[in-house]
C-alpha cells in the first residue's frame, strides 16, 4: 500500500499570500497519478488536480501541481476567502487507492 | 448541472447491514466508473469500493473485502453499496463519486481520480 503524508499539518497564511502544500509518497507513483482536493465544512472534497498536474474543469488558474515519483506539490497563489480549508492529495497509481490525512490552511 | 444523490444511510447495530444509493442525474452516459469513498468524523477520506462502467469490475480494499458489496443498474443510473457485517469503525459519511474520463477520437482514458461527488449519506454503526 502506498501511504501518503501532507505536510504541513496546518498551514496559517493571510488573503493573497501564496500556499505551498506537499504530498509524499512511501513509493514512486506509477505515472505520477496523484490528485488534489479542497474540502470545506460539511461539503464532499472537490476536485483541483489530476494526474499530478492537469487542473479540473473550472478550476481557477491560481492552482496549479506539480512533482514526480514520490514528490508533489500543489501551489496556490493569491489566495481566496474559500481557500481556506483542507487539503487532500490522493494516489491512483496502485491499489488500494489511497488519500493524505490532509493539510488544514487557515486565515492567519 | 451533472449530479450524484447519495441516500441510504442511518443507525445500524453492530453486525447488522445496509444498502447505500447513488443516483446520477444529468450525466450523459449511464456508464462512468464510480466509487464510494468515506469519511469518519472528524477524519481524511478513505476509499470503500469502486465499479467500472459496464459493471464487470469490482475493486475493494482489504478492510471492507467480504463484506461490502459495490453493484450497478445502468437503466436506474444507480450505484449501490451493499454493506453487511458493518462495525463501529464502518461509521462515516459515505460519498458517491465519479471517476474522470477523458474522451477522444471515440476512446476513452479513466483515472480514478474523483471529478464529481454527492453530498454524502451519514452511516453510524452502534448499539
Known amino acids: 500500500e502506498t501511504v501518503l503524508t501532507q505536510s504541513p499539518g496546518t498551514l496559517s497564511l493571510s488573503p493573497g499570500e501564496r500556499a505551498t502544500l506537499s504530498c509524499r509518497a512511501s513509493?514512486?507513483?506509477?505515472?505520477?497519478?496523484v490528485a488534489w482536493y479542497r474540502q470545506t465544512p460539511g461539503q464532499a472534497p472537490r476536485l483541483l488536480i489530476y494526474?499530478?498536474?492537469s487542473r479540473a474543469a473550472g478550476v481557477p488558474d491560481r492552482f496549479s501541481g506539480s512533482g514526480s515519483g514520490t514528490d508533489f506539490a500543489l501551489t496556490i497563489t493569491r489566495l481566496e476567502p474559500e481557500d481556506f480549508a483542507v487539503y487532500y492529495c490522493?494516489?491512483?497509481?496502485?491499489?488500494?487507492?489511497?488519500f493524505g490525512p490532509g493539510t488544514k490552511l487557515d486565515i492567519k | 448541472e451533472a449530479q450524484l444523490l447519495d441516500s441510504g444511510g442511518g443507525l445500524v447495530q453492530p453486525g447488522g447491514s445496509l444498502r447505500l444509493s447513488c443516483v446520477a442525474s444529468?450525466?450523459?452516459?449511464?456508464?462512468?466508473?464510480m466509487s464510494w469513498v468515506r469519511q469518519a468524523p472528524g477524519k481524511g477520506l478513505e476509499w470503500v469500493s469502486s465499479?467500472?462502467?459496464?459493471?464487470?469490475?469490482?475493486y475493494y480494499p482489504d478492510s471492507v473485502k467480504g463484506r461490502f458489496t459495490i453493484s450497478r443498474d445502468t437503466s436506474k443510473n444507480t450505484v449501490y453499496l451493499q454493506m453487511n457485517s458493518l462495525r463501529p469503525e464502518d461509521t462515516a459519511v459515505y460519498y458517491c463519486?465519479?471517476?474522470?474520463?477523458?474522451?477522444?477520437?471515440?476512446?476513452?482514458?479513466?483515472?480514478?481520480?474523483?471529478?464529481?461527488w454527492g453530498r454524502g449519506t451519514q452511516v453510524t454503526v452502534s448499539s
Open positions: 444529468k450525466i450523459t452516459s449511464s456508464t462512468y466508473a
Open positions: 465499479i467500472s462502467g459496464t459493471g464487470g469490475s469490482t
Open positions: 494526474n499530478a498536474s
Open positions: 463519486a465519479k471517476a474522470i474520463h477523458q474522451c477522444s477520437s471515440g476512446s476513452c482514458a479513466i483515472y480514478w481520480a474523483f471529478d464529481l
Open positions: 513509493q514512486s507513483v506509477s505515472n505520477n497519478y
Open positions: 490522493q494516489q491512483y497509481g496502485s491499489s488500494p487507492l489511497t
